[in-house]
């Protein structure tokens, strides 16, 4: 029989945030503790988990903000310290930390296309792919070496990772934040299989299109009006819209959620108004 309502309560549970500053892992920081758990938020910006934190503990729920560089390994450890004295060992960790770079941007999405002065394949500045990839796989694994230590030990856990739709096919323009994105999903199987024998699970989501401060200079004219690239976006999603944010909360509550999930490890779950499945006729 099953045991209804069907609802997500993490009651008890410690989840680890990071990237939390931003709004999309802050918002999952957010529905974390709205579903009971004691959630640490991770952001190498101090204030914004901080003003996070203060924000959801008026509301009733259990929040502390942690400042953290994810690329920094003594960082993280002593932050992990501060958690196991705040709240206890790790139950959740979600990588949240990532992000593209305009330095490893291209401003043509062909080669032949190419115009003077605008910055081709050929321009890309290798100190900005070279942070990007540190930033999104490095700044997955590092966190990751730390906080499954705790679900090691305890033989349970999930990790949560953040691939992207160019994980599956390569987005023009962001070759680096492409390959860094296939990297990501790669090593949630890596994962997924590693910890296979002491009871973590490991999967990631992989969000569509969604309208950010990161990308909105790709997708929208100063004045507001949609670029070409975002016509092509929504001429190639079934849907024909961007994902909202909150779109990704179902998706992350149900892998991380034990009850519903016991079953799931090594996926990439895409939210993605239906684009991964469209061939375009």
Same mark, same amino acid.
């Given at each position: 029989m099953l045991n209804l309502p069907l609802t997500h309560d993490f009651t008890g549970k410690v989840v680890v945030v990071t990237g939390a500053g931003g709004v999309l892992c802050?918002?999952?920081?957010?529905?974390?503790?709205?579903?009971?758990?004691?959630?640490?938020?991770?952001?190498?910006n101090e204030a914004a988990v901080l003003k996070l934190a203060e924000e959801v503990t008026a509301e009733g729920f259990i929040m502390k903000g942690y400042k953290a560089n994810v690329l920094e390994l003594e960082v993280l450890e002593a932050v992990h310290q501060q958690i196991l004295a705040d709240f206890g060992p790790c139950d959740i960790l979600v990588n949240? %930390?990532?992000?593209?770079?305009p330095r490893a941007t291209t401003?043509?999405?062909?080669?032949?296309?190419?115009?003077?002065?605008?910055?081709?394949?050929?321009?890309?500045?290798?100190?900005g792919i070279d942070f990007l990839f540190k930033l999104n796989f490095q700044g997955t694994l590092l966190p990751t070496q730390v906080f499954a230590k705790d679900m090691v030990e305890r033989k349970s856990g999930n990790i949560l990772n953040i691939s992207?739709?160019?994980?599956?096919?390569?987005?023009?323009?962001?070759?680096?934040?492409?390959?860094?994105?296939?990297?990501i999903s790669n090593f949630t199987q890596w994962?997924?299989?590693?910890?296979?024998? *002491?009871?973590?699970r490991c999967n %990631?989501?992989?969000p569509g299109f969604i309208v950010s401060n990161q990308n909105r200079a790709l997708l929208f004219n100063e004045d507001g009006t949609p670029t070409a690239r975002t016509a092509k976006i929504l001429a190639g999603t079934p849907s024909g819209r961007f994902?909202?944010?909150?779109?990704?909360?179902?998706?992350?509550?149900?892998? *991380?959620?034990?009850k519903f999930a016991s079953a799931v490890t090594g996926v990439i779950l895409?939210?993605?108004?239906?684009?991964? %499945?469209?061939?375009?006729?």
């Open positions: 802050g918002d999952m920081a957010r529905a974390y503790a709205q579903a009971g758990a004691k959630v640490a938020a991770l952001d190498l949240g %930390a990532g992000g593209n770079n401003d043509n999405e062909y080669q032949h296309e190419a115009k003077e002065g605008q910055k081709t394949f050929f321009d890309l500045d290798q100190s992207s739709m160019n994980a599956y096919i390569p987005l023009t323009k962001i070759p680096a934040y492409s390959g860094a994105k296939a990297a994962l997924a299989t590693h910890f296979a024998g *002491t009871g973590i %990631a989501i992989a994902v909202d944010s909150n779109e990704l909360l179902g998706g992350m509550l149900f892998l *991380t959620d034990d895409p939210i993605d108004c239906g684009f991964a %499945a469209y061939s375009g006729v």
